[in-house]
T-cell receptor, first 114, second 115 residues
């Protein structure tokens, strides 16, 4: 079974621009979660999508948004980029069931904002 | 709110020796899951081991085992016979499965295995 894939792997943007990151989950997984990883803050939860609906949301500003498509693929959008948005963005997929629900991570997209 | 604390930012161990990484958490939940994830340098995060809180038996996966102390809210990871490939960042994570849920991650422990 193919793992979680994320595109692109690397991105360089300038302040004020917007960016869209993509995540394709493991086949059969209906839940996709997004995390921001930085050296100073560690792994911070952005949001989770399940069956095209946002099920959970972390404490990030509205500039960070996401969506999920009917095939469970998910996109994350960051508008009006700031220098502090430079980070590794990780996507994780899971079955999305009500009990034990192990997350499997993609390789990440490294975003650099200049 | 749940919190996860990893008090050891960095550790090192000689190849073939044993090392224990600490993790404590705070929750009022009785049913939850705990995980250890490994993130090698510039590589993908992978699941190392998982523990269900309702199980008293400590989880084991080959050279990796946990010491789960529910009352003390402690969840340490023991790596036996350390190998160079174990060099990585290790994250402890908590997940509450009931209702809407999400993972809470610790800040990580950077482990270096020395030849």
């Amino acid at each position: 079974k193919a793992g979680v894939t994320q595109t692109p792997r690397y991105l360089i943007k300038t302040r004020g621009q917007q960016v869209t990151l993509s995540c394709s989950p493991i086949s059969g997984h209906r839940s996709v979660s997004w995390y921001q990883q930085t050296p100073g803050q560690g792994l911070q939860f952005l949001f989770e999508y399940f069956s095209e609906t946002q099920r959970n949301k972390g404490n990030f500003p509205g500039r960070f948004s996401g969506r999920q498509f009917s095939n469970s693929r998910s996109e994350m959008n960051v508008s009006t980029l700031e220098l502090g948005d430079s980070a590794l963005y990780l996507c994780a997929s899971s079955l999305g069931g009500p009990n034990t629900d192990t997350q499997y991570f993609g390789p990440g997209t490294r975003l650099t904002v200049l | 709110a749940q919190t996860v604390t990893q008090s050891q930012p960095e550790m090192s161990v000689q190849e073939a020796e044993t090392v224990t990484l600490s993790c404590t958490y705070d929750t009022s939940e009785s049913n939850y899951y705990l995980f250890w994830y490994k993130q090698p340098p510039s590589r993908q995060m992978i699941l190392v081991i998982r523990q269900e809180a309702y199980k008293q038996q400590n989880a084991t996966e080959n050279r990796f085992s946990v010491n789960f102390q529910k009352a003390a809210k402690s969840f340490s990871l023991k790596i036996s016979d350390s190998q160079l490939g174990d060099t990585a960042m290790y994250f402890c994570a908590f997940m509450k499965p009931s209702g809407t849920y999400k993972y809470i991650f610790g800040t990580g422990t950077r482990l270096k295995v020395l030849a």
